[in-house]
Nanobody, 122 residues
């Protein structure tokens, strides 16, 4: 059984930084597509970034500010978030295993974490 557990969320002022982590337990291929999504209250779940075999992609809203990475030895996915603004406030989820591995298409991901809250105050 694959499990994903996020951590690292919190409250930060606009312009600040946070790093989210997602620890993966259970079997997963080294070539599994991994992703970060977010969902703000009253809004649909939004794709933020994906990574597959070291190749990453980002949504337009976070390109240049966020960096997705993974440490295979630690079975951990990261999301480094810089220059945060109020629009980044959301619950952030990591997801794994998608045939498409594109930013978005939440329904294509098989495994999800429980989420970690990020709140940015202006």
């Amino acid at each position: 059984q694959v499990q994903l557990v996020e951590s690292g969320g919190g409250s930060v002022q606009a312009g600040g930084s946070l790093t989210l982590s997602c620890v993966v337990s259970g079997y997963m291929s080294r070539r599994s597509c991994m992703a970060w999504f977010r969902q703000a209250p009253g809004k649909e779940r939004e794709g933020v970034a994906t990574i597959l075999a070291g190749v990453s992609s980002y949504s337009n809203s976070v390109e240049g500010r966020f960096t997705i990475s993974q440490d295979s030895a630690k079975n951990t996915l990261y999301l480094q978030m810089n220059r945060l603004n109020a629009e980044d406030t959301a619950m952030y989820y990591c997801a794994a295993e998608s045939l498409f591995c594109v930013v978005g298409r939440a329904t294509s991901y098989l495994y999800w974490g429980q989420g970690t809250q990020v709140t940015v105050s202006s």
